[in-house]
C-alpha cells in the first residue's frame, strides 16, 4: 500500500514538473501582456511601480523552468538532497507568488485613482498630430475601447484642441467604425461614441490585473500539490531507503 502510494506521489511530481514547464510559459506570456498593455495606456496610468507584479512574475515564470528541471531529475534520480532543494524553491516561489497576488489586489485598487488624476491632463494635451505621444495615446485608445472624451463626446468642448480648432468637431477617433463618412462634427452626435474612456480604461487596467491575480493563484495551487508529493517522496526516502526507482524498476540502496 505504501508503495502503492510512494509510487503514485512520484508519478504524478514527475507530471506536475511538465506542468512546470508549461506554466513558465504561460506566466512570462501573462507577464509580457501586461508590458505591453501598458506602454498602450501609459499616459493614463503615471505609477510604474503597477508593473511590479508583471516583473515579479515573469521572473517566477523563469524560475519555474529551472524548477521544473531540477524537479523531474530529482524525482526520477529520487535525490534526497534534490527533493529538499525542490521542496525549498517551491515554497519559496509560492510566497513570491502570494506577495504578487497581494501587490495586485493594491494596485488594482489604485488604478481608479491613478487614471482620475491623470486622464485631464492627457486630453489637455492633445493636439491631433501623429508625432505626439499623447495623440497618439488617446487615438489608439478612444479607437480600441470605442469611446470618446472622459466621461462622454461632450468632454473635448473644454480640451485646448478643441478651443483652438474652433470646428465644433472632435478627433475621428471618436466616430463611430460602422459609420463611413464621419467628420467628428458635434452637430451629429449618433456618429460619435457615446461613452467616455475613463471607465473603460479603468475597467481595462483592472482586467489586465486581475489576470496576473489569477495566473499567481492557479500556479500558487499547483506548487502546493507539487510541495506535498515532494514531501511524500522525501519522507518515505528517509523512512525505508529500500523501494523501487521510478527509472529503473530496481532497488535503491
Known amino acids: 500500500m505504501g508503495q502503492c502510494g510512494i509510487t503514485s506521489s512520484k508519478t504524478v511530481l514527475v507530471f506536475l514538473n511538465l506542468i512546470f514547464w508549461a506554466a513558465a510559459g504561460i506566466l512570462?506570456?501573462?507577464?509580457?501582456?501586461?508590458?505591453?498593455?501598458?506602454?498602450?495606456?501609459?499616459?493614463?496610468?503615471?505609477?510604474?511601480?503597477?508593473?511590479i507584479p508583471a516583473v515579479v512574475i515573469?521572473?517566477?515564470?523563469?524560475?519555474?523552468?529551472?524548477i521544473g528541471l531540477v524537479g523531474c531529475c530529482a524525482t526520477i534520480r529520487e535525490s534526497r538532497c534534490g527533493l529538499?532543494?525542490?521542496?525549498?524553491?517551491?515554497?519559496?516561489?509560492?510566497?513570491?507568488e502570494v506577495v504578487v497576488v497581494v501587490l495586485g489586489y493594491i494596485y488594482r485598487a489604485k488604478v481608479e485613482d491613478e487614471v482620475d488624476s491623470s486622464i485631464q491632463k492627457v486630453?489637455?494635451?492633445?493636439?491631433?498630430?501623429?508625432?505626439?505621444?499623447?495623440?497618439?495615446?488617446?487615438?489608439?485608445?478612444?479607437?480600441?475601447?470605442?469611446?470618446c472624451g472622459i466621461h462622454n463626446y461632450s468632454d473635448w468642448k473644454n480640451t485646448r484642441w478643441f478651443k483652438e480648432a474652433?470646428?465644433?468637431s472632435v478627433p475621428l477617433s471618436c466616430c463611430k467604425s460602422t459609420i463611413s463618412n464621419c467628420t467628428g462634427t458635434l452637430a451629429r452626435p449618433g456618429d460619435l461614441y457615446p461613452e467616455g474612456c475613463e471607465a473603460l480604461v479603468v475597467k481595462k487596467l483592472k482586467e489586465i490585473m486581475m489576470y496576473v491575480i489569477w495566473a499567481a493563484l492557479a500556479f500558487?495551487?499547483?506548487?502546493?500539490?507539487?510541495?506535498?508529493?515532494?514531501?511524500?517522496?522525501?519522507?518515505?526516502?528517509s523512512r525505508d531507503p529500500a523501494y523501487e526507482l521510478l527509472i529503473t524498476g530496481g532497488t535503491y540502496a
Open 28 to 51: 512570462c506570456y501573462v507577464g509580457a501582456y501586461v508590458f505591453i498593455t501598458y506602454d498602450d495606456y501609459d499616459h493614463f496610468f503615471e505609477d510604474v511601480y503597477t508593473l
Open 58 to 66: 515573469i521572473a517566477v515564470g523563469t524560475l519555474l523552468f529551472i
Open 84 to 96: 529538499a532543494t525542490f521542496v525549498i524553491i517551491l515554497l519559496l516561489v509560492f510566497v513570491t
Open 123 to 147: 486630453y489637455n494635451e492633445y493636439n491631433g498630430t501623429n508625432t505626439d505621444a499623447a495623440s497618439r495615446a488617446i487615438d489608439y485608445v478612444q479607437r480600441q475601447l470605442h469611446c
Open 166 to 168: 474652433r470646428n465644433n
Open 220 to 237: 500558487a495551487a499547483i506548487q502546493m500539490l507539487g510541495m506535498l508529493c515532494a514531501c511524500v517522496v522525501l519522507c518515505r526516502r
